[in-house]
């Protein structure tokens, strides 16, 4: 089991940036076996929509939207991954979540346990 909790969310207003941060927790092999992170945000009447990813490895993919403006990194040490959003725009407020991957090799032929694990989110609201 994984745990993850948002935070850094707020009300801003247009141009302004916020750093949303999303610590996970749980077991130590859980912990281990999260081999991508990332943030996805749902705003009302739309679907919930990838912003950003990163692998353990440090690899970072990112929705058209918020390239060039928000940035995606993690502390491994931390068991955190952060969100800077810069240049905010009305159109980004939304409910943000963070979700961890789990890929868990479970026996010795190989097979894999995998699932995703979803915070609570965090409101971020920009005012135009």
């Known amino acids: 089991q994984v745990q993850l909790v948002e935070s850094g969310g707020g009300l801003v207003q247009a141009g302004e940036s916020l750093r949303l941060a999303c610590v996970a927790s749980?077991?130590?092999?859980?912990?281990?076996?999260?081999?991508?992170m990332g943030w996805y945000r749902q705003a009302p009447g739309k679907q919930r929509e990838l912003v950003a990813s990163?692998?353990?490895?440090?690899?970072?993919d990112y929705a058209d939207s918020g390239s060039g403006r928000f940035t995606i990194s993690r502390d491994n040490a931390k068991n955190t991954v952060y969100l800077q959003m810069n240049s905010l725009k009305h159109e980004d407020t939304a409910v943000y979540y963070c979700?961890?991957?789990?890929?868990?090799?479970?026996?010795?032929?190989?097979?894999?346990?995998?699932?995703?694990?979803w915070g609570q989110g965090t409101q971020v609201t920009v005012s135009s």
């Open positions: 979700k961890a991957h789990l890929s868990l090799v479970v026996n010795v032929e190989g097979a894999r346990y995998e699932k995703d694990y």
């Open positions: 749980g077991s130590i092999r859980s912990i281990n076996a999260i081999n991508a």
């Open positions: 990163v692998t353990s490895g440090g690899v970072t």
